[in-house]
């Protein structure tokens, strides 16, 4: 499915909570810009190059978007997203991931914006680059995570937070089993955490 760009001040919706996208869903143009945008069990991709504006957009069921560069004056996540983004600029409105819902995210530059994870949602970072945040509240039940590493340092938690960091009680930053192994046998280490020669494996830098 192609969608072009369209004039201004349209509202877009994209798949339904019942129908799992096989294939991506294109937006087409070099600065598509939307109203409200609703995405639901979909794939979404843009072109090469472009720069998309959303005035705001939900993620429900199980999203994957991939965005050169996106602003976007609301975010709302209520499912199960997986953003990669060159650029990410929110607005004002938080960054709210409510209850069920997960963000795993990518941005290889993202402004501060302010996060709010609600109690029995997350938020995953899935690359090693900071991300920039005016403020961060991680409701009791909410959890901060990182993607799984392998052999190489792939993903952290790398938040830089200007603002209040309001972790409650009750919420977590998780990060068992998802760092980066050491050396394996007599093969140089993965980083500083590299392990030991003689076939034993241990772990390296988390």
Do not use: W
């Amino acid at each position: 499915i192609a969608i072009q760009e369209p004039g201004s001040g349209y509202n877009l919706t994209i798949g339904t909570s019942t129908l799992y996208a096989q294939a991506a869903t294109q937006i087409s143009g070099a600065s598509p810009a939307f109203v409200s945008v609703n995405i639901n069990n979909s794939i979404v991709a843009f072109d090469a190059g472009s720069s998309a504006n959303f005035s705001s957009l939900i993620a429900a069921g199980t999203v994957t978007m991939n965005a050169p560069s996106l602003t976007v004056g609301s975010l709302v996540v209520v499912g199960s997203m997986t953003l990669t983004a060159g650029s990410l600029t929110l607005g004002a409105n938080p960054l709210e991931i409510r209850t069920g819902g997960l963000l795993a995210l990518a941005a290889a530059y993202m402004s501060n914006c302010n996060l709010i994870v609600r109690s029995g949602a997350a938020f995953k970072q899935v690359n090693t680059l900071p991300l920039n945040f005016a403020s961060i509240e991680v409701d009791s039940g909410g959890t901060l995570m990182h993607a799984s590493n392998a052999a190489e340092r792939t993903a952290v938690l790398n938040l830089n937070v200007s603002g209040n960091f309001n972790l409650q009680h009750g919420a977590s930053i998780i990060a068992d089993g998802s760092g980066y192994s050491g050396r394996i046998g007599n093969q140089s280490g993965a980083g500083a955490g590299g392990g030991g020669t003689g076939g034993s494996r241990h772990g390296g830098g988390g």
